[in-house]
C-alpha cells in the first residue's frame, strides 16, 4: 500500500488512481480560508474562493462541476486535504498547466488540464509513474469530492486561495 495519498486533483487526479481504497485521501479541515461555492440559484452564481479569486458559474449542490467551474476553482489555487495515514497533503494548480504537489518529505511536479465535460486529468513525475488520471469534481459543502469516471468517490479536498503552502 502507499504511504501517500494518490492524489492532487493533479495529485489530487493522480490521487486516486494510486492507493487501494483504505489509503485514500480523507476530507480535511485547514486552518487557512478554503474554497466557498456560492449556493446555487435558477441562474448563474459566482464562485468564489478565499481572498476575493472568483468567476461565474452555475454550481448545483451535488452536482458535478463544468469545465468552466473546475478552471475558475482550481486554476491559482491549492487542493488541500488529508490522506488515509494522517499526513495532510497539497497540489497547487499553476495557471499555465503545471502542478506541485507535496505530502510530508514527498514533493512531485506534473501538468495538469481540463476537459470539455468538466474532469480534470493531472499526470505527476513520481506518483503514477506520469501516467494520467483524471476525476469529476462534484461540490459538498466547502468541499470538493472527487471521482473515479466509473463514478466511486475518491476524496475530498478544500481549495486554499493561491500557494499559501509555497509549492
Known sequence: MNPYPPLAVAGLLALGGCAENDALPRASQPAVPTAVIAPAAPQPTTVVVANGVSGSSVATPGLRLTAAEVRVLIAGNTAAGIAANGQPYYAYFRPD??????????????SWRVMPDGRICSTLTRINAGAEQCYSLYRNGTNVDYHRPDGNRVGTFTVEAGDPQNL
Request: no cysteine.
Open 97 to 110: 498547466g503545471a502542478v506541485e504537489f507535496r505530502q510530508a518529505d514527498l514533493s512531485d511536479s506534473g
